[in-house]
């Protein structure tokens, strides 16, 4: 039975660890990115509808999304849905197309999403605490020989260690792209 719960706490903090890099890549480093838009919906003939599931989205430059509708009709829905998604972005519609412009980071606006990403990945740590406390409270509930639950234990630390460098690490390597300029 604890190796069902250890297999159970690893399974979820990988959860966790997919939960958090994709909160950091929605934390934009100047770049333009297709992602940028994943969490936007459009209301589509009375249904709120994934945009990414009616357009194509390309980056021609570093710094623009060029987003092509399938159904031209659909252009002023997704141009008011993109702008009601307070991403920061003035999509442009030339009539055929909604070009999104990224603009330039300031040192201040850098330094403001290293602060955010530095939180998001401290969200995770707590995440990670959280599941190792109903992890070890389930090993408790067990009533395994002391020997076999200080040994499980153990265990779940070592995850709980191995995961929480994971977040060190990606935070490392978000807090690199958000100051490279």
């Not at 958090?20 to 969490?39: Q, V």
């Amino acid at each position: 039975m604890e190796e069902e719960i250890i297999k159970e706490f690893e399974t979820n903090l990988k959860t966790s660890i997919e939960s958090l890099e994709g909160r950091l890549k929605k934390i934009s480093a100047g770049r333009a990115n297709p992602s940028l838009l994943d969490n936007v919906m459009v209301n589509y003939y009375g249904s709120m509808t994934p945009l990414k599931s009616l357009v194509t989205i390309s980056v021609p430059e570093a710094r623009q999304l060029l987003i092509k509708p399938f159904d031209k009709s659909s252009l002023a829905s997704i141009e008011k849905a993109i702008f009601e998604a307070d991403l920061g972005y003035t999509p442009n519609n030339d009539g055929e197309n909604i070009r999104i412009v990224i603009p330039p980071l300031t040192e201040d606006r850098r330094k403001e999403l290293v602060r955010q990403a530095k939180a998001t990945c401290e969200d995770g740590k707590v995440s990670i605490r959280n599941q190792r406390r109903d992890a070890i409270e389930l090993l408790k509930a067990e009533k395994l020989p002391e020997d076999i639950e200080t040994r499980c234990e153990g265990r779940v630390q070592d995850l709980v260690t191995k995961y929480n460098k994971i977040i060190e690490d990606l935070l490392e390597e978000k807090t690199k792209d958000l100051m490279s300029v």
